[in-house]
Every structure is written in C-alpha cells, then in structure tokens.
C-alpha cells in the first residue's frame, strides 16, 4: 500500500476546490496566485493532481456537510487532500470524519496552505520571475471583467446566530494602500467592476483608528469614504456588500449620488424588529433605519438596496414577523433573500428560549417572499421605459445577458438582450428596458 502522507515527486500538479462565499473565493484566488508564483500548476481533473486542496466553508450546518463530502470525494478520488478555510477550524471533526487527510489549517492561513503544498508536493523547480507567467493581477476564479476586492478581515461583532468570529477572528483592515494597489492592477488588467467585500464594509479601519496610510504618493485614510472616493476616481463600476447602517454610511450616499460609486447598498438587515434584532446582537441594530433609507432616497433616487433576512429566529412572534413585513411595507427595498433559522454549532442563539417550529418558519418564509416579491416586482416594472447601463456577463447565439448598476453577479436579476450576439463580455452599453417580472429586465440596445 502506498504511503499518501510521504512527499511525492510528482510534476507540481495542484487541483484546486473551492466553496463557500465570495470572502472565501477571494482565499481561493490567493492561494492560487502564491502556488502559480511558486511554480506550481493548478489541473482541472483528480487523476492529474499529485494534491487536492479543498477551500471549505463552515457557515452553516448543511456548508459543512458539503464540505465535509467534497473531501470525501477528493480523498475518494485522489488520496491526497489538503484542507483549509472555514471548516477547518474544526479540524479534530475533519479528522474523524476522513483521518486520510494531509494537513488542516483555518480561514486565511495562506501560508500554512502553500507550506503543506510544499511539503507534500515538493515544487517541480524554484519560481522564476523571467519564465513563469503569473498574471500581475494575480490568479482570479471570477471572470475577467469583475472581481471581488477584500478590504478586511474579521469581525468585531458578536451577533448570535454567527459563528465568523470564532472562526475568522477580530477585524483586520488591510492597508488602504494595498487595497487600492490591488484595485488598479485589477482595472489595468481589464476589470469593468470591483466588488468590495469584507464581513463588515463599513467598519473598515476601526481596528486602525481611521490610520493615514498612501496610494501613489498621496495621504489616504483607511476608512470606507477615503476608500470610496479613491475606488471612484478609477473609472469601473464599484459596488459595496455587507454593509451595517452605522450614520457615517450617510455619508457616501453622495459619492453614489455623483456617479462615483454605483447606488447600490447591500446591507444585511436580518430582521426589523426591534426584540429581535436585539437578540441577534445585530450592528446598529438602534438605527432610524426607516428614517435613513428615506434620506438616502432623498439624495439618490436611483440608490439600490439589497438585503437578507432570517425569519423563525428563537423567540420570533408572529407579532414580531408581522412588524417585519409592515416594515417591508415602508423600506420598498429592491432585491430580497430570506433564510429560515438554522441552528449553527457554537452559535449563542441557540441558548435562546422559544425555538419555533420547523411549519411555522417554512409558512413565514413563503409569506415572507410572497410579500416582497410584489414590493421587488413593481420597483422592477418602474424601470420600463429607462434607458440603462448593462455590463455583459455573457453572450451565445441567442443574445447577450448582462447587469444593470442595480444587479450584483451571482445574487441579483439579470438584464437579457436578445438577439445582440454581437456583444462582449465586459462591454458596458446603454439600452432601453422593455419588459421586467420580479427577478429580471428585458431590454434593447439604444445607439
Ligand atoms: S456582523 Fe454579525 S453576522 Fe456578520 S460576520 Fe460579524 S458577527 Fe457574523
């Protein structure tokens, strides 16, 4: 029998599995970039790779199952598997589960990765910079024309149904200078939108006190509106997830206004209730929000709000659920995505009293999305008749399909045109919408 834990010469050959969120897409892309720089190559099949790495995520009970049979699946199909990411916090269950393993390290542990690489799959060569061609935007899994800029790492909040911070850690700001070194070597490399993610996009530079840090010879402060302003002065679409409604939010609503940033918000509400957002622990859980989204549209009409929302959280009422779909009423937000409470392993929230049962959450989610539907449907048949940016994601015989400022790739609608396939990925064009349901837009090419 052969030994799978010696180190084999083999050819450098890596293949490569990555779940879970864009945060750990971005971990992915990392890693990735480090072993092409160490002269490694990454294949697309098991029986070509002399390792496997599996990036996991642990964010929920049924991420960790798939996680968990994705390394079955690699250790079934190849013999040699490495694991990282999320799940790998919990590497004792990893262990258990499949003892075959090589070598477990958690979320953002490049290094430990690339070492086990190394150890098991000594590289074929050293790295030449004069020979390997490791793209200067370093190596991406999402297309060319869009990519995911991670300002931060960590999470400084405590919200009970999360379990992130035990496994992700306190907030770690990246140096705005690097962020910003990043974007512009993503945009020379021809991406047409950056997508900023992080756990928490508007906490960027709490753990720094707001430093000064410099991007091309020029102060910068390491705060999301310094950010934003910079991201805007690059000419792409720059678009914001995750983030909490804390009031100096107020304050890129203009940047959004002025066309420097798009006029799109992804803030993760959860819930509307007061009771329950408490029990959540949820950031600026306090917050006027009503009252602040009105502003905002106030200053940006065209502003896109995007949320998610947990319905049957413990101790939910049927009064508390009903405030959340009057408040629904009011928020008119545009694109929605509802979960029904899961208990996650470690999480708080599971110590909290009034469970409710698996019927009443399932009847509250399809009231839930019935009710915003109608809200999204009619925010959507609005833009009948308006002339639009698309950038196009993808074109076959039929047409192009692209996004609009107010879709993000993966979560939201997509504008379809039919009959243009003539269009490039990664082209912006303007066009007329024609038609809409709740999801998407139909539209056609303006000249
Ligand atoms: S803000 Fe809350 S939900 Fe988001 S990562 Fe931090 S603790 Fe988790």
Known sequence: MTDTKAPVQGNGKVGFISLGCPKALVDSERILTQLRMDGYEVVPTYNDADVVVVNTCGFIDAAKQESLDAIGEAISENGRVIVTGCMGVEAERIRETHPGVLAVSGPHAYEEVVGAVHQYVPPVRQHDPFVDLVPPQGVRLTPRHFAYLKISEGCNHRCTFC??????????????????????????????????ISQDTSAYGVDVKYRTGFWQGRPLKTKMQSLCEALGELGVWVRLHYVYPYPHVDDIIPLM???????????????????VLKAMKRPAHDSKTLERIRKWREICPELTIRSTFIVGFPGETEEDFQYLLDWLDEAQLDRVGAFTYSPVEGARANDIEGAVPEEVKEERLERFMAHQAK???????????????????EVDEEGAIGRSKADAPEIDGMVYL?????????????AMVTEADEHDLWADLVE
């Open 163 to 196: 379990i992130i911070p035990s496994m992700r850690g306190d907030l770690v700001s990246r140096p705005v200078g690097d962020v910003m070194d990043e974007a512009k070597r993503l945009v020379d490399a021809g991406v047409q939108e950056l997508l900023v």
């Open 257 to 275: 206004a002025e066309g420097k940033i798009l006029p799109y918000l992804d803030i993760p509400f959860q819930h509307a209730s007061p009771k």
């Open 375 to 393: 809200i999204s449907a009619a925010r959507l048949q609005r833009k009948i008749g308006q002339t639009i940016d698309v950038l196009i994601d």
């Open 418 to 430: 039919n009959g243009e396939s003539s269009l490039a990925p990664g082209q912006v064009v303007r």
